[in-house]
C-alpha cells in the first residue's frame, strides 16, 4: 500500500474513532499520527461538506502554535490528500476533505488553534495561542483546484511581543512523540529519529540535543543513600544493558550492590531523572565478565545489566545494534565513531548536566603501544585504542561505560566502550593528549547474548506491522488498535470472516478478551485513480501496558500476516484469538474471543507482578473528589520494629522526600508534607547547605509516595521540581532561626492516588493550649537505634504535645529555641521521637476523622559533643497554624486547603 493511501485510511479511522470518543474544539478534526523514523509525526484533518458540493473549488486556513523558530524559512506544510465520500447512516453521500500537516519542530507538538474551510469557521481554540511553551503562531492558506489538480499554499509567522507572553506549566503536552511508546517488535537497532540531529552549541565536544543516541543510559548508584552518577551504558535491547565492569567497583576496590544500583534511560539533563519521556530501571543482575580484574589486571573491563521489566521503546529509548560484521581490530582502524557521555568538560566540571559527543578515529595497536609505554600494561586482544591526542575531544573523567559507535549500514552498531585513559601528571583527570582504551565489545558479543532472551533479535520486523497502528484517542479512552484491509477492485464486502490473534500481558480477568469490530468500508480514488474496497477494523483490548503483539491476520481464510514469535513470551504470555463475522446487507456483525494458554506458561518476571500491583493498588482519584486528611484502609500500621515502628506503604500519603544535587549527586534532606495538588510544607532550613548558603531552586526535587529511599521510582511514586521555594520572610532575621517554614509550589499538579493524598491545615483555633497533652504521629526517614543516618524505610512514632512551661523548664536551652510559633514534643525516654533526618516531617493529629498537620520537625537538642539528636530532650516543632493565612496565600485554588 502506498503511503498516501495509508493515510488517508489511518485519517478515515481517526474520523471515526472521534465521532464515537469526542474532543473538545480544533482536536475533534485532526489526530496527531507517527509515520515512521523517517518522516516523524503530522496532524491529519478532516472536515465534512454539504452533501451536492462539489470540492473543485476551495480554500483552507489552518493555524497552529508552536515552538519558538530559530529557522522562519520553513513554516510548515499543508495540502489535500484526497476527498472521497463515504455511505453514512441513511445512505446519505458526503464528501470528505483529507488534508495533511508539517510543522517545522515536533517536540513539543504544535497546536492547531484554528481551521476554516471556505469561510466558515470549523473550529477556534485560540487561547492555546502564544503560550510560553509555545509562542509563536504559523499561519498557513490553502487554494485547491480539483479539477486541474493544483493546490498551492502559502505561510505566515505571528509572534506576540514577550510581555503579553502567558504562563503555562512546563510538562503541558510535552512531545507526544516522546510519549510515544513502540512496539519493541517494530523497532530497528541503531536507528533514530529525524528530529533527533545533532546540535553543536559548545566547543571541545559538542552538547546534543535529546534523542540524539537514543541507546546511551546513565548508571546510578546509591552511598549512604546518596544517589551519585557512576558511569554511561548502552542499551542493546529491550532488557540488557552494555557498560565498563570497574563502574560497579568503588575506590576502595568494593563491588558495588545490585540493589544500590538504578539506570535511567532516556535521560538528558543529569539533574532530571524524570523528565517526561525518562524510564528509571532496576537491575536484575549485573554481571561483571569472569576475567576482568584475574591476576590483577583490568582486561576485559565490560559488563552486562539484566533489567527486573522490559523497556519501553520510545523516540527518545532506542536499542543500538551489536557488531554482526568480522570481529578483527584490523577493520575498524582509520574508521572514525561516535562515542558520547556526560563526563569532564574542558571547564573543569566533572560530570557536565548535559551529555557531549565527540567523533574520534580508531588507531592500531602498534600506533597506541608506541605513542606511550604505560599502554603496553592498559591493552590487550580484547581491547582498542582510539582519539585525537589533540588535548580537548574525547571521553574523559565521567564517559566510562559509555559507547562507541559506527554507523553499518545506516544502523548505529557498538564496537567500543570506554574503559581507561592516561591521567595527567600528578593528577585523576584524564590526559587527552593521548589515546582512550576501549573494551573490543564485539570479541564479547557471545558473552553478551547468553544474557538475551527471544526479543533479542531486534532487527526483525514483525509481518502484521503493515496495516495496522496503535492510535491514541485521549486519556479516558486510552489506546486502541486501528487497522485496515485492501481487497479486490469489484469485491463488494457484503459478507466476510475476520480472525484476529494477540499477544497480551497474563489477563486476571478473563471475561473480558478485548473486542474486534468492523468499523465501515469505503473505497477511495487512489493516485492511479484505481477503486478499490477498504476494511476498517477496531481493535479493543484488555490490558495497555504494555500494548500487544497481534500475531496474526485472517480475511476470509487467506492469512494476510503473521508473526509467530512474538507468541508466548515472558512479558506476555497469553494469546488471545478474536474471530469476527460481518454481513453489510443486514448490517450485523458478531464476534467471539478465545484465550489460549500453555500447558506449561512461561513464568512471567518480576516486573509483570509489579504490574500487576499498580492496576489494583494504585487508584489514581479525581482531585475534586479526594477529602485531606484521609488514608485507605488498607494502609494500616505495621509495627515491625521497636523504638519507633515501619510502616506500610501508603500509612501516610502525605509524606514527601525532599532532595537536592550537589555537584550532581543527589542526596536525601528533608521530610514534607503534601497540603494541595501543587503546595508543600517543610522546614526553612532544609534548604541551606552545611555553609548556610541557600540551596539553589535547580538543584532540589521532590518525590511523592516515596517509602524506600533507594527505590526513587517505584510504581506509584511521582517525581516533580519546585517551581518556587519559599522560606518565611522571618527566618534567620535578626540570626534567629524562628519560623522554620517553607512551602513549595509545584511546576505541575499532583495526581491524587492510593499513596499520594493531602494532609489537611489545622482549622480549629491556633491556640497552643489546646494541644497540650494530646498525642500525634510523626513519621520520616531520620536516625535510627542502630545509629544508621538515615533508614531505606520510613518509621512513625507517636508523641505528646507539652506546655512551653515544661519544655523550657526541662532545659534552659529551650528558652533560646522556642517562641510564640512553637511547641514542644515528645518523650525524653531517648528511645522514640523524630532525630536527624526527620527535619521538615510532620506532626498530625487526627481530627474529626481526618489527620490534619499542626506541627513541622524543627529542631532539637544534641547530644554532648555530638550532633545527634538527643532524645532524652524534647523536639521543637514549629506551629503551621500560626502560618495558616501564609501558606493559603501561595494556593491558586487547585485544591479546597
Known sequence: MNFISSLLIICFITYISAQRFNSEKCPDGYKYIYVNSDIGWVALGWAWTGQTHKLHNITLDVDFATAKLKDTSYLGELKIINFYFIRQSGNVQQYNIIY????????????????????????????????????????????????????????????????????????????????????????????????????????????????????????????????????????????????????????????????????????????????????????????????????????????????????????????????????????????????????????????????????????????????????????????????????????????????????????????????????????????????????????????????????????????????????????????????????????????????????????????????????????????????????????????????????????????ICEAPNLEYTPQKPDLVKLHLEYNDYLKEQRYTGELLRKTTPTAAPPSQQINEEVTQDIQEDDSNLIECGKVDKPNIHVPLVLEGTTIQKGTWPWLVSIYSYSKLRLGFKCGATLVSKKLVITAAHCFFDAYNRKVRIDDVLIILGQYNLKRPHDQGTQIVYPESINVHSNYRKNNNIDSDIAVVVLTEPVRFTTYIRPACLWKEPNTKDSIVGLKGFTAGWGRDENGNFYTELPKQVEIPVVSDEDCINSNKVFSEITSDVTFCAGWRNGTEGPCNGDSGGPLVFQKDGRWTIRGVVSTSLSTDGGNTCNLNEYVVFTDVAKFKDWILSFSDNSYPL
Open 100 to 559: 495533511e500537516i508539517k510543522f517545522p519542530i515536533q517536540d513539543p507538538l504544535p497546536v492547531i488553534t484554528s481551521v476554516i474551510l471556505n469561510g466558515d469557521t470549523l473550529c477556534d481554540d485560540s487561547g492555546s495561542a502564544f503560550t510560553q511553551q509555545r509562542p509563536e503562531l504559523v499561519k498557513l492558506k490553502l487554494n485547491y483546484n480539483n479539477y486541474i489538480k493544483e493546490q498551492k499554499f502559502t505561510s505566515e509567522l505571528v509572534t506576540k511581543p514577550v510581555s503579553h507572553v502567558e504562563s503555562s506549566p512546563s510538562s503541558n503536552n510535552f512531545g507526544s512523540s516522546d510519549q510515544s511508546s513502540s512496539d519493541s517488535g517494530t523497532i530497528e537497532c541503531g536507528k533514530v529519529d529525524l528530529v533527533n540531529i545533532y546540535v553543536p552549541l559548545v566547543l571541545e565536544g559538542t552538547t546534543i540535543q535529546r534523542g540524539t543516541w537514543p541507546w546511551l543510559v546513565s548508571i546510578y548508584s546509591y552511598s549512604n543513600l546518596r544517589l551519585g552518577f557512576r558511569c554511561g551504558a548502552t542499551l542493546i535491547s529491550n532488557k540488557l544493558v552494555v557498560t565498563a565492569a570497574h563502574c560497579f567497583f568503588d575506590i576502595y576496590n568494593r563491588q558495588v550492590k545490585t540493589d544500590d544500583v538504578l539506570a535511567i534511560l532516556g535521560q538528558y539533563n543529569l539533574k532530571r531523572p524524570q523528565d517526561q519521556g525518562t524510564q528509571i530501571l532496576y537491575p536484575e543482575s549485573v554481571n561483571i565478565h569472569p576475567h576482568y580484574r584475574k591476576r590483577n589486571k583490568i582486561d576485559s573491563d565490560i559488563a552486562v545489566v539484566v533489567f527486573m521489566e522490559h523497556v519501553r521503546f520510545t523516540s527518545y529509548i532506542r536499542p543500538a545494534c551489536l557488531w554482526k560484521e568480522p570481529d578483527t581490530k584490523e577493520s575498524i582502524v582509520g574508521l572514525k565513531g561516535f562515542t558520547a557521555g556526560w563526563g569532564r568538560d574542558e571547564v573543569g566540571n566533572f560530570f557536565t548536566e548535559l551529555p557531549k559527543q565527540a567523533e574520534i578515529p580508531v588507531v592500531s595497536d602498534e600506533t597506541c603501544l608506541r605513542s606511550h609505554e604505560a599502554f603496553n600494561k592498559i591493552t590487550s586482544e580484547v581491547t582498542f585504542c582510539a582519539g585525537w591526542r589533540n588535548g580537548t575531544e574525547g571521553p574523559c573523567n565521567g564517559d566510562s561505560g559509555g559507547p562507541l559507535v559506527f554507523d553499518r549500514d545506516g544502523h548505529w552498531t557498538l564496537r567500543g566502550v570506554v574503559s581507561t585513559s592516561l591521567s595527567k601528571p600528578g593528577t585523576n583527570t584524564c590526559n587527552l593528549d593521548e589515546y582512550v582504551v576501549f573494551t573490543d565489545v564485539a570479541k564479547f558479543k557471545d558473552w553478551i547474548i547468553s544474557f538475551g532472551d527471544d526479543t533479542y533479535n531486534l532487527l526483525d520486523h514483525p509481518a502484521c506491522q503493515n496495516g495496522f497502528k496503535y492510535v491514541y484517542i485521549n486519556s479516558k479512552v486510552g489506546w486502541i488498535g486501528m487497522g485496515w484491509l485492501w481487497t479486490s477492485a469489484d469485491s463488494r464486502l457484503h459478507n466476510i470472516t475476520l480472525d484476529l490473534e494477540f499477544a497480551t500481558a497474563k489477563l486476571e480477568d478473563t471475561t473480558n478478551l478485548g473486542e474486534l469490530r468492523i468499523l465501515h468500508f469505503h473505497f477511495l480514488r487512489q493516485l492511479n485513480s484505481e477503486k478499490r474496497w477498504n476494511v476498517n477494523y477496531e481493535l479493543i483490548f484488555p490490558i495497555q501496558n504494555p500494548l500487544p503483539d497481534m500475531t496474526k491476520l485472517v480475511l476470509n481464510g487467506d492469512v
